[in-house]
């Protein structure tokens, strides 16, 4: 069997994608697919198939919301307790004040 190299060519097509602003962007070729067969009259007509897998990575913020010194599920159960005391201690002397 002989082989012979008609013509390589190269191709490029792109696609526009929204991702998560400062992500890390890749992109990996899986099974790449290549058919060919002869038309008539010295013409070929090719075909690849390749699924491309786009990645991004990059980092989300959280927000931990904190009561009086600790986040919130950190606190040890005293410290919650004393801030919830000290809520309720602050609104009946407000409701007095309003009284007066």
Avoid at 10 to 35: D, K, M, R, W, Y
Avoid at 52 to 65: A, E, F, H, W, Y
Wanted: include cysteine.
């Amino acid at each position: 069997m002989i082989t012979h190299v008609i013509e390589p060519f190269v191709f490029t097509t792109s696609a526009h994608l929204s991702v998560p602003g400062n992500a890390a962007v890749s992109c990996e070729i899986q099974n790449p697919t290549c058919e060919s067969k002869q038309l008539g009259q010295g013409l070929v007509e090719t075909t690849v198939h390749a699924f491309i897998q786009l990645q991004s990575k990059g980092t989300d913020s959280i927000v931990i919301p904190f009561v009086a010194s600790c986040p919130v599920g950190f606190c040890p159960t005293n410290t919650v307790a004393n801030v919830a005391q000290y809520s309720n201690n602050s609104n009946k002397e407000n409701a007095t004040d309003d009284n007066v």
